[in-house]
């Protein structure tokens, strides 16, 4: 059955949403360009107005025919593109769709306006593997939804399906490192050729965002940190020098000369090493602010080797806060440790006391990139104090920097060195985040 209701109204719409949803017109300047790419800011209004702007286009210019919408997963892609767009169709009178859910050929929408009907696929672009996802796709449209978070092969994949006559294609994406491929081997061509209107979009191109909103999103991220510049004005930048770049004397900053004695939740970070350093850090949360209380450090390389059997005593007894046994809700670890996690495990499985509290052992989330900006964001808003009583991690975060030869390349990760602690306090942070405010 269709699904449709009363009109909706695109009233709150900027100068440049508007271009947007019309530069595919006939009249517009842009009229003859076979691609719209849309860069800037966080909540800049790219995504709502571009993904309105593909279906209608789609859906005047042709009649049974396929297209695309491509996010870094389906489920992202639903979530992020396709619910808002359906609450906008559902208020179109002249626009209704039907959901398909398919074991075997996935989700997609059949679309109806304008006495044209046409398919509208998703699909994820995680890896170099969804590709086989696409082949033997024949589209006319395309719509990459942070199409810098997908490999080059894909896209290049999917690019080669948009075989009809007159097929475009969409992107939006929050600006990265100069040296990414996109910008390199896709928009500049596009540039070179003339085939591509660009746009620029930040907070100010977006009405529905309240001033208070804009505000909340500006202090989420040190001025002038790679966050800030990337995602509140929108900039390309490289990663570059320091990744905490915060002032971490002793009470400046992250830095806490003294911590609260009781806290309602717990939390352990651990980041495993054999030769290398075994790093585990204890977290407690009071009154909306996780603290980093407690640290234990064994370097495998001067202290000598160790086996998985000790360092689970190790955390057992990293797990006493003012006299007595505290139990975190998770244990986040190194998920490449999987050996030191069974440890954990059996002997929690053969109730060897105190070990009972380390039940909550898990493989840490680890996606370094969202990861530290996580990171970043708890320690700049105040919502993770660090205690003088972690040095080693202080100084891990304090020398933890970024790459500049994998910059060069177009590729964004930390210098591996020294990162144990910065390691450590990043996996106990992504689970911790969930917790304030709750």
């Known amino acids: 059955m269709m699904s449709k209701t009363h009109t909706w109204k695109w009233s709150l719409s900027s100068q ?3 271009q947007v949803m019309t530069w595919w017109c006939d009249g517009s300047p842009m009229s003859s360009m076979d691609n719209i790419v849309l860069e800037g800011s966080v909540r800049s209004g790219k995504t709502s107005s571009a993904s309105l702007s593909f279906v209608l286009w789609a859906m005047e210019t042709y009649d049974g025919e396929d297209f695309a919408f491509i996010g870094k997963t389906i489920g992202v892609a639903l979530r992020n593109v396709i619910n808002p767009l359906k609450r906008m169709l559902r208020a179109e009178d002249a626009i209704e769709y039907v959901e398909h859910r398919s074991s075997t050929e996935g989700y997609h929408l059949d679309i109806q306006a304008f006495d044209h009907q046409n398919t509208f696929w998703v699909f994820g672009g995680r890896d170099e593997s969804s590709q086989d996802l696409i082949q033997g796709k024949t589209l006319a449209g395309i719509f990459f939804d942070e ?3 997908m490999p080059q092969s894909f896209v290049v994949q999917a690019q080669a399906r948009t075989s009809v006559e007159g097929a475009r294609c969409w992107y939006t994406l929050n600006s990265d490192t100069p040296n990414h491929w996109f ?7 596009m540039e070179a050729d003339g085939t591509v209107f660009y746009l620029h ?6 009405p529905s965002l309240s001033e208070r909103v804009k505000e909340r999103y500006r202090r989420m991220w040190p001025v002038g940190s790679i966050y800030y510049r990337r995602y509140v004005l929108g900039e390309r930048c490289a990663a ?3 990744i905490y770049p915060f002032d971490w004397e002793p009470g400046g900053g992250p830095v806490a000369l003294e911590v609260p004695k009781t806290f309602s939740l717990y939390e352990v970070g651990v980041d495993y090493g054999s030769r290398n350093d075994f790093h585990a850090i204890l977290l407690g949360l009071k009154d909306g602010v996780w603290y980093a209380l407690k640290e234990y450090v064994w370097s495998g390389r001067t202290q000598g080797g160790r086996p998985p059997s000790k360092y689970v005593q190790d955390l057992a007894d990293l797990c006493q806060w003012v006299g007595r046994i505290v139990t975190p809700i998770s244990i986040p670890v190194d998920p490449s440790a999987a050996g030191f996690i069974d440890e954990v495990n059996l002997a929690v499985y053969r109730a060897e006391n105190p070990l009972y509290q380390l039940a909550n052992v898990c493989k840490a989330k680890n996606d370094v ?3 530290i900006e996580n990171l970043q964001s708890m320690l700049f808003m105040d919502q993770l104090k660090i205690s003088s009583d972690c040095p080693k991690t202080i100084a891990s975060l304090m020398g933890y920097v970024w790459d500049e030869k994998a910059a060069l390349r177009g590729k964004e ?3 591996k060195t020294g990162d144990h602690g910065a390691d450590a306090l990043r996996y106990a942070a992504m689970n911790a985040a969930f917790y304030i405010g709750r």
């Open 16 to 18: 440049k949403q508007n």
């Open 183 to 189: 910008y390199t081997e896709t928009l500049a061509p």
């Open 413 to 415: 990760q930390p210098l």
């Open 201 to 206: 979009m930040t907070f100010d191109d977006n």
């Open 240 to 242: 570059e020098g320091a």
């Open 147 to 149: 199409v810098l978070l």
């Open 369 to 371: 990139g969202k990861g």
